[in-house]
């Protein structure tokens, strides 16, 4: 039960574009929260962007503020994570991770990677400089 990262274009160069997306499969995609999170070498996993269920806000890292974000088609199944002005420091292994809306609804944030119920095998992202 796992979401799988796919994503669209290779090596991307700084200031460039890239697009990863997520497909669900193995729960009920509506009972659930799809964000995305990033790990960077030698960093801790950190969250990077989600629309939390219990509040509709948008909880991003303050590094991608204004250049990635998150769209999901529930028909598809899938989460987009559409990340602009690219740069080097954001190279990391990108994951997606699935939090149940009951959890929120306990105040688990979709943020919070300790609350996840599941992740995808996560997909490495280059940003060359």
């Known amino acids: 039960l796992m979401c799988s990262c796919r994503r669209w274009g290779g090596l991307v160069q700084h200031g460039g574009s890239l697009r990863l997306s997520c497909a669900a499969s193995g729960f009920t995609f509506d009972d659930y929260t799809i964000g995305w999170f990033r790990q960077a070498p030698g960093k801790e996993r950190e969250g990077v962007i989600c629309i939390s269920d219990s509040d509709g806000i948008t909880y991003s890292a303050d590094s991608v503020k204004g250049r990635f974000t998150i769209s999901s088609d529930s028909a598809k199944n899938m989460v987009h994570l559409q990340m602009n002005s690219l740069k080097p420091e954001d190279t990391a292994v990108y994951y997606c991770?699935?939090?149940?809306?009951?959890?929120?609804?306990?105040?688990?944030?979709?943020?919070?990677?300790?609350?996840?119920?599941?992740w995808g095998k996560g997909t490495l992202v280059t940003v060359s400089s």
């Open positions: 991770a699935a939090v149940s809306r009951t959890k929120q609804a306990m105040g688990v944030l979709c943020f919070d990677r300790i609350g996840m119920d599941y």
